[in-house]
């Protein structure tokens, strides 16, 4: 685990991060992780000296399980408030199944395991609306239909992009890999909306934190790809 700026901790959970965030009315998880992991989100608040009753909120970005696997078991012993965006909440509280047609993401899938379902107590319907103070929510569709990022207004601005975007060597900004994204042309859009915004630094579901001017990767990333013409890179 690393402190990326002040009070927002990465926490590595084998391929995937997810992100602690102190704040005065205690802690925020900005996605859970893979199912199974909770003893490391447990060992991590340890680490920051808090506790599992600490944690208040946790905002997830979207449904795939690599990111909602220890919602049910942290909402549960926490007594946190979830939330999510509405097309993806049904997913997350198993009124709805993924549909999954990749061979490679059938495959990854079963051995990731199947998250427990949970209840969704927020959920989001309004694009840009504040889910608790310093955070807004920003639909950011193409990697789901309900993918959320999140801003927060801390050391010039935290963007929690999700899989919205992916980082990759050297400090660049890149997508996340095709065979998991819905719709690769929402996708692009949202990328491109994320780059009209202003923050300093930005943080991935996969992939190398970006600190300092981080929207000017995003930038970068938005021209390269419409200069080669394509939907994802």
């Not at 060992?43 to 208040?56: C, S």
């Not at 010039?156 to 065979?179: H, I, T």
């Amino acid at each position: 685990m690393r402190e990326v700026v002040d009070g927002v901790f990465e926490l590595d959970i084998r391929y995937v991060h997810m992100h602690l965030v102190v704040t005065d009315d205690g802690v925020v998880l900005v996605d859970t992780g893979l199912p199974g992991n909770s003893a490391k989100v447990d060992q991590a608040l340890h680490d920051i000296r808090r506790k599992i009753g600490d944690v208040r909120t946790v905002l997830l970005t979207h449904h795939h399980p690599d990111h909602t696997g220890n919602v049910a078991d942290l909402r549960r012993r926490s007594g946190a408030r979830v939330v999510a965006h509405a097309a993806d909440a049904p997913f997350i509280t198993g009124e709805a199944k993924a549909v999954i047609r990749h061979p490679v993401v059938k495959v990854v899938t079963r051995l990731m395991g199947v998250p427990e379902a949970a209840t969704v107590d927020d959920v989001v319907t309004v694009d840009g609306s504040s889910p608790l103070p310093g955070f807004t929510a920003l639909h950011t569709p193409g990697h789901t239909a309900g993918h959320l990022s999140f801003l927060l207004d801390r050391a010039g601005g935290v963007l929690f992009a999700g899989d919205a975007a992916a980082g990759k060597r050297g400090g660049r900004v890149g997508a996340s890999p095709k065979m998991v994204s819905v719709d690769l042309a929402q996708e692009k859009k949202s990328v491109a909306r994320l780059a009209d915004l202003e923050f300093e630094h930005a943080v991935f579901g996969h992939g190398a934190a970006v600190s300092g001017r981080a929207v000017d990767r995003f930038r970068e990333y938005v021209v390269q790809r419409t200069h080669r013409g394509l939907p994802g890179n």
